[in-house]
């Protein structure tokens, strides 16, 4: 899930996700019981060996949770600071580099992504603002 802050600037290299290097606990679990039915019985697995994988694998689910919980809190951050715009007077820059100046009237969420809808100086609506749009934020 992407972020977003106010100001943020993103790049298609950080838009990209990549998935082919990790693997899920279940898929850590066929390979490890792999690797004990298959060792050679004549050398199996050392004690020391066997323990040290265990504590890599937990530390590698740990960091897997730390890393879903900073990623909800990325998410509520992102929440917040849309919440806060409502009503507020902001200066955007399009995706095309043209900048305007209007008042946030609405916030949307597509994708689990805050979108804010500005209404602009002739009064027309423009919908699909991300946060990153957002240059300057003026009280009224």
Known sequence: ????????????????????????????????????????????????????????????????????????????????QALTLLGKSVQVTTQTGASFTGTVQAVSYNAGAPSLTVRNADGSFIDRITLSQIKLVQDN
């Open 1 to 80: 899930m992407q972020v977003e802050s106010i100001g943020g600037v993103t790049t298609s290299q950080n838009n990209a996700v990549t998935n082919n290097s990790a693997i899920s606990q279940e898929e850590f679990i066929k390979l490890f019981l792999a690797q004990l039915n298959y060792q050679d019985p004549l050398e199996p697995v050392d004690n020391s060996e066997f323990l040290a994988q265990l504590a890599q694998f937990s530390s590698l689910e740990q960091s897997r949770q730390m890393n879903d919980n900073i990623v909800g809190l990325l998410g509520m951050n992102s929440s917040n």
